[in-house]
């Protein structure tokens, strides 16, 4: 069967290159005789694969080694939780900026450990713009908790403004995908089923002075202290999807960020350009400045518009355009792996839909 051109918001499509390493190494990986699913977690080959996976990450994110890199288990969630068991104390604030489903299923994950409050909101426009930047954070701000790009409702923070609190930022749709200040953040984590390999995976960059503040109390498998003195591997790690993990590290190092930019910037252009353009379909996001490059989020004038366009993109083999459950209409993921021709394919296919309707 061929393969079809998945748009869709994560588990996102993977580079076909990626998926053929990971097959063969799914069989033996490299002189070990072994499969990859059966390697064991504290050999010298995964130990080797863990240090080529922060290498290239610290790299990739022009961080020096004041940053621990974990590749740790359960996704973007699990460090949901992870985030305020280890910084949050019975005296002091989590403080969450609201910029969309997301940004508020942290915040509320918080809630379980701690005191934590919206300091920002942009809920009572519907998500279809960033909130205002805190202009104060409360006392005993213990870090300020951002979204980095809002996958659901395709809004993206650009630039951000200097914070008077350790800023902690949920990058899980966005990293990678352009040159950015990582040094501005004490913490920042990304699920990797977007730009970096398979669900399940999380990886956590945290910086030292951040993990020298961290909780002493915590189990050591939810520990970042732990997992940083044991090396990512407090119990049976997912060999599996850390070398996917490490498979598109060196796919977006041979591409280089630039030449990734560049190229996420022309797609996500094409798409909104067409829909400025379109008297069918409207973006969702109101402030131009503040739409995603990741997540193109538009509904279309009638509902008969939208059945008809998902009907068509799914007979010419392109998926994962619904929008997500909770906003309707559609959103296109553009993120690193969808290249330039998959956009194009789509814009024309729109257009052709458009002028039927019109004659
Ligand atoms: C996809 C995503 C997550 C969810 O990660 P899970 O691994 O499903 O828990 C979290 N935050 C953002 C911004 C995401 O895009």
Known sequence: MTRKTNFGAGPATLPAEVLQ???????????????????????????????????????????DND????????GGRQQFCMVPQNFLTPHTTAAYIDS??????????????????????????????????????????AY???????????????????????????????????????????????????????????????????????????????????????????????????YASLLMLRWTKERGIDAIEAENAQKAELLYNHLASSKLFQTRVAVAAHRSLMNVCFSATDTRHEKALLQLCEEHNMTGIKGHRSTG????????AVRLPDVQRLVTLMQQYEDSVQE
């Open 21 to 63: 390493q990971l097959s063969a190494a799914m069989l033996s990986y490299g002189h070990t005789g072994l499969p990859l699913p059966e390697l064991e977690h504290r050999g010298a080959p995964f130990a080797a694969i863990l240090e080529e996976c922060n290498a290239l990450l610290r790299e990739l994110c022009d961080i």
């Open 67 to 74: 940053y621990e890199v974990l590749w740790l288990h359960g």
């Open 100 to 141: 969309g489903y997301w940004a508020r299923e942290a915040m509320q994950y918080a809630a379980y450990y701690g005191q934590s409050v919206t300091v920002a909101s942009s809920a009572d426009t519907a998500y279809d713009r960033l909130p205002e930047w805190p202009a104060t954070l409360p006392l005993n701000t």
């Open 144 to 242: 300020l908790h951002l979204t980095t790009n809002n996958t659901i409702y395709g809004t993206q923070w650009h630039t951000l403004p200097a914070a008077t609190a350790p800023l902690v930022a949920d990058m899980s749709s966005d990293i990678l995908s352009r040159h950015h200040n990582y040094r501005q953040y004490a913490l920042f984590y990304a699920a990797a089923q977007k730009n970096l390999g398979l669900p399940g995976v999380a990886v956590a960059v945290i910086h030292c002075d951040m993990l020298a503040r961290a909780n002493r109390n915590v189990p050591p498998l939810l520990s970042y202290a732990a997992q940083a003195r044991e090396k990512s591997v407090v119990n049976t790690a997912n060999v599996m999807g850390v």
């Open 329 to 336: 209409g559609f959103r296109v993921s553009l993120y690193n």
